[in-house]
């Protein structure tokens, strides 16, 4: 599905600035000592994994097996409410992606696992990039700046505060340790604030108790190479351990002329976790520490730390205690580059009082960040930015069947200053299978380094410049849903929404037309319906199907200079549709099939295209499972975005995998 030269000539908009783009794609030079010596660090990890394996026992493996729908339903998540709710219950457009769905498929990345979810918009640039978002907003000519969505692994927020987007390759959990991902489409910034604009995905990790014993992985194909050993243990019996390290290996891709893209990349890391859990208490911390090479001559790292403690009082009521820091960095050749330092703490009560139940709390994020300024620069390279915020939420019950939950969050920003971003959600259990719900909520993508700092020179010129008066984008959301158990075999979700957004950023001449700077001059509505369904066909096979349909309505100001297009903002499909099958083939094979269509792109354009991927495996011994997997398998390439200098074609691929238990 590649396009010519001619066909871009033809369709593509006048091009904007590359300076956000150019910061999206840092990855640069060879890594200096102390990316060696985190290598090491890392290494040394497998080392012990390895010497403790040598005196463990084997562990049996329990019977892989489909969950039932009931199951599926009172599945416990947390990031609808920040309190712990069955799925049947929660007032919002939340999929929720299991651990089984999750081992079932065979995908590695996170970018891939997302794409189960069919709330979400996921599409691969090249072997390091993914641009993925919820209700639109993946930018066509910069698409890893998409910076609606907040991504969160076990609360932990995983954007970077630069430009508020997300860098794919610098996220990667182990699938075994994922317990679920729960991804809302639609607003969360009443509970987790500034960037939870379109939508918030949670990765919540499972506990090391969960986890006991060892576990080698080793699989490899035509594109991906990796082995992967963890060993969980038990130290007392409320106290439990588990530590990891991988190395995964990428192939480089093909751009859109056939020619080699030169973008392969190798990443080795290791990570650990504890969990304690006295009476009343849960104390949890883990961390994780990574480099990874990126072609062509790129390099990226990072580390972190979490730290979280929960106290069960005697009335019922919870507190929770959590903090992480994070220090990340990216280099780029010729000298361009960033490290990031991330501190966040944050204090959070939870108390049923009477026909109220009451959460709220506090927190507080600084961030430190050094740029290496070449002809794209941030005016200061050096500056400390904090965020303090204040949030409360009621969930009020009317009735035994009817709940009414307002809620407000109160930020002060570090551009923007005091923001408040309220929301009430209405929710109402018909039958105990029946829920109906609707929401009105407003959410705002704060202010950037990248907004306020930015400037781009093409030699001597000053190209593009951020602004002093740039405003949050602002987003008044009106949902309105259903979830629904229709029979003991099958359920489903139905979602609408009409989202209004107001000061989206825009690209505006100065009086001298140069330099460019960010201004808030275009805005508009989205509206749309999600649905999504599972069946169970029999006992054995299980289908789960996916379609959502949405219409973007955007438009500049009168006195707007509309330079970039509408391109510079959203280039998304009005229409998707998904199908999964899940067959049991006896007792120790499963055989996993997906399917997903997805609509024409408009601006850039990227035609329409379908795609099926499929995994086999089968459990061998009670230790051992093999499988065999196949991605892309109705082409030998496709496009799924274009964005120039940046774009691959996605080739068929195969993966075999093996998993020894011990």
Known sequence: MSHSKEDRTAKDPPQSPSGCRRIARLAGQQPPPAIRTRRLAILSIAVLLIARAGNSHAQSVAELRSLSLEDLASIQITTVSKSTEPLSDAPAAVYVITHEDIVRSGATSIPEMLRMAPNLEVVQLNATSYAISARGFNVGENASLSNKLLVLIDGRSVYTPLFGGVYWDMIYVPPEDIDHIEVISGPGATLWGANAVNGVINIITRKSSDTQGGLLTLGGG???????????????????????????????????????????????????????????????????????????????????????????????????????????????????????????????????????????????????????????????????????????????????????????????????????????????????????????????????????????????????????????????????????????????????????????????????????QFRNMLGGHVYGVEFWGDYRVTDWWRLTAGFNLQHENLRFAPTSSQIGGLAWVADDPNHQVSLRSSVDLGSTVTWDTSFRYVGRLPDPVVPAYAEVDTRLGWQATEALELSIAGNNLLHPQHEEFFEAGETDEIPRSFYLAAQWRF
């Not at 629904?484 to 489903?492: I, R």
Request: overall charge negative; charged content about 20%; proline content about 5%.
């Open 222 to 516: 035509n594109l991906e190479r990796d082995v992967g050993l963890q060993y969980s243990g038990r130290i007392t019996p409320d106290l439990t351990y588990r530590v990891h390290a991988e190395y995964l290996d990428y192939s480089a891709l093909k751009d859109e002329n056939g020619s080699s893209a030169d973008d392969g990349w190798s990443k080795p890391q290791g990570g650990f976790r504890l969990d304690w859990t006295p009476t009343d208490n849960a104390v949890n911390l883990e961390g994780d520490i990574y480099t990874a090479d990126e072609n062509p001559n790129g390099y990226i790292q990072g580390r972190d730390a979490q730290a979280s403690w929960q106290h069960q009082f005697q009335n019922g009521s919870n507190l929770q205690i959590q903090a992480f820091g994070d220090d990340e960095g990216r280099s780029a050749t010729g000298g361009s580059g960033f490290k990031i330092n991330t501190y966040d703490f944050e204090a959070q009560h939870s108390i049923t009082l009477g026909i109220n139940d009451i959460v709220w709390g506090a927190g507080e994020r600084n961030f430190s960040y050094h740029f290496e300024n070449t002809a794209l620069q941030l005016v200061p390279p050096n500056r400390d930015l904090n965020l303090v915020n204040l949030f409360a939420q009621d969930t009020i019950s009317v009735t035994n069947g009817l709940k009414l939950t307002p809620g407000l969050k109160v930020e002060s920003e570090p551009y923007a200053g005091v923001q408040y971003m309220p929301s009430v959600r209405l929710a109402w259990k018909v039958t105990d299978s029946t829920l109906l719900w609707s929401a009105v909520s407003r959410a705002l993508r704060s202010p950037t380094p990248v907004d306020e700092s930015i400037r781009e020179y093409s030699g001597s010129i000053d190209v593009l410049n951020g602004s002093a008066l740039f405003l949050p984008e602002k987003l008044t959301a009106y949902e309105a849903g259903a979830r629904v158990q229709a029979t003991a075999a099958g359920s489903f979700s139905i979602s609408t929404y009409y989202n209004v957004y107001d000061d989206l950023r825009s690209i505006e001449p100065s009086a001298t037309f140069f330099p460019l």
